[in-house]
């Protein structure tokens, strides 16, 4: 099992800035990928960005340079640091992990850009 915290979300205006942190309870070495995902009301779930243990990352084309995933590995915690927020990045932001084809997600954390 790995469990996942996430924090960091809150209100924004359109233009700023958020960090979001997921915490992992496990060595991140353990997990083959992390990532952050979204959904806003009345949408399917999508991936936001990825890192894998290599530190190959992506990025959904609407996130492109203004996210930036990153981890932190003596603290086991992933980070996004999205800039430049838009409105349309409202929704509540997950943390996924996958070890061993097993995929495991945070509560969730909400993100609000308002214009």
């Known amino acids: 099992q790995v469990q996942l915290v996430e924090s960091g979300g809150g209100l924004v205006q359109a233009g700023g800035s958020l960090r979001l942190s997921c915490a992992a309870s496990?060595?991140?070495?353990?997990?083959?990928?992390m990532g952050w995902y979204r959904q806003a009301p009345g949408k399917q779930r999508e991936l936001v960005a990825s890192i894998t243990g290599g530190l190959t990352t992506n990025y959904a084309d609407s996130v492109k340079g203004r996210f930036t995933i990153s981890r932190d590995s003596a603290k086991n915690t992933v980070y996004l640091q999205m800039n430049s927020l838009k409105p349309e990045d409202t929704a509540v932001y997950y943390c996924n992990a996958r070890r061993n084809n097993q995929g495991y997600w945070g509560q969730g954390t909400q993100v609000t850009v308002s214009s």
């Open positions: 496990t060595s991140i070495f353990a997990i083959n990928s």
